[in-house]
């Protein structure tokens, strides 16, 4: 199974955590993994890439954490919500692959 964790300062998401595999499929055959993978990727590309956010992404074999540093553009924090989004419908549309947790923590330092 699929873990997202995502940590929430209040209304914003501030970071996220992925690890895990969906074993909805055959390695390389699964959709579900294929899709996390793809939707992480142009989150991350697209919070450090195409907003310039100097977020700390730490890819190991098999765990991605995306944290945004404080003060962040808006726009750095709805990707995250939109993340959010595509792994709920994901864990609605593929049952038992993808487990969703949502942590609130006050006054977050990914330091």
């Known amino acids: 199974m699929i873990t ?12 996220v955590s992925v690890y895990g595999h969906a074993d909805y499929s055959d390695e390389g055959m699964d959709i579900v993994c294929a899709s ?26 098999n765990l991605i954490e995306i944290n945004l540093p ?12 939109a993340f959010e989004l595509q792994m709920s419908i994901l864990s609605e549309d593929y049952p038992g692959t993808i487990q969703l947790s949502i942590l609130e923590v006050q006054h977050y330092d990914p330091h």
């Open 36 to 61: 996390v993978s793809s939707s992480l990727q142009t989150i991350a590309n697209g919070i450090t890439e195409v907003l310039q956010v100097a977020a700390k992404v730490c890819v190991d074999e």
């Open 4 to 15: 997202a964790k995502f940590l929430k300062d209040g209304d914003r998401i501030r970071a």
């Open 70 to 81: 404080e003060g962040s553009m808006p726009s750095a924090y709805d990707f995250l919500e």
